[in-house]
């Protein structure tokens, strides 16, 4: 495979051991392996990013591996926000998994035709493996389709959208005075939803105060690549069904840390069928819209802070996520 993949590691061995093997099936020519450093004091963290960075000496396909491997753990965000313009600084195109998003062969088929089909066409700017659930009968025949915002549970792109992303998101992760703190990020321009991007009033609302917030650092990278995408009115591809299987919540976790079941990856069906035109999906953009709100909306987020221990919060997700509970959180959130 031509089209370069990038790995972001950072303690999990067996995690690591189990994407690796799927990229194996794809042999890349390159693979760019952005690995965060272990926290100071943690000896536990030195043995296992020791453990994490030897796996890939055992490369066994011809394939380029290019490390950027931190002495310092640098976090999640500098870790990964820096070490996508590191891999667009040298590529103009590439696909990207985490540790714990294993992917189906046919994943890389998908990105790989997908890169191609709609490289010069900007109003795609994401390429997702990873559909939240969204019913198939939305997408009709057609092995994917297009909304607003999609998941980054192993995801592709181009360097001039994340370019123009980062010339909107200058976030450059630089220390000040303090030790561990950091230069505030900010925006050049304000960055509201554009009005025809978003379809519910609850998605509105929602990316509206993540792009309004007053402290950018509130959320994760990927929300604000997700608020420029949304802002320019770009478009996301999404599967019919998972191409990824997300297996890293848990304890180890960083945003998901209450234990749950993974998502099987389910092979594409091969060719790939196209969408007829590229538009937005109503229907799939409004049912990933309320799975962002049910997920890291205001709400979950307050409940997240008063609910600690992790055994209890699986307990609440598995009866908040019943169908009769979620229809009735779906009619209010509307």
Known sequence: MQTPVVMFVFNRPDLTRRTLASIRGAKPEKLFVIADGPRAGNENDERLCAEVRALFDEVDWPCEVLPRFAETNRGL?????????????????????????????????????????????????????????????????????????????????????????????????????????????????PAPPHPDALVSEAGRRHFTKVAEDVDPSSYFWDHHWWVTIINQNGLSAVPRHNLIENDGYGEGATNVRAKKDSIPARPLELPIRHPAAVVRNRKVEEELELVMVRTDSLLPRIVKSIIRPLWLRAIVRKIVTQPLIWRLVRKVLR
């Open 77 to 189: 965000d500098p870790n990964i926000e820096a070490g996508i313009d590191w891999v667009f600084s040298q590529v103009p195109e590439a696909i990207f998994l985490e540790d714990d998003c294993i992917a189906d062969p046919t994943f890389f088929v998908y990105c790989e035709d997908l890169l191609e089909r709609y490289r010069d066409n900007k109003d795609v700017w994401l390429i997702s493996g990873d559909t939240h659930e969204v019913p198939e009968s939305y997408f009709g025949d057609n092995s994917y389709d297009f909304a607003t915002w999609a998941s980054i549970w192993g995801w592709a792109s181009w360097a001039d959208r994340w370019q123009a992303h980062r010339a909107l998101f200058d976030r450059q992760h630089v220390p000040v005075d303090e030790p561990g703190r950091l230069v505030p990020p900010h925006r050049a321009v």
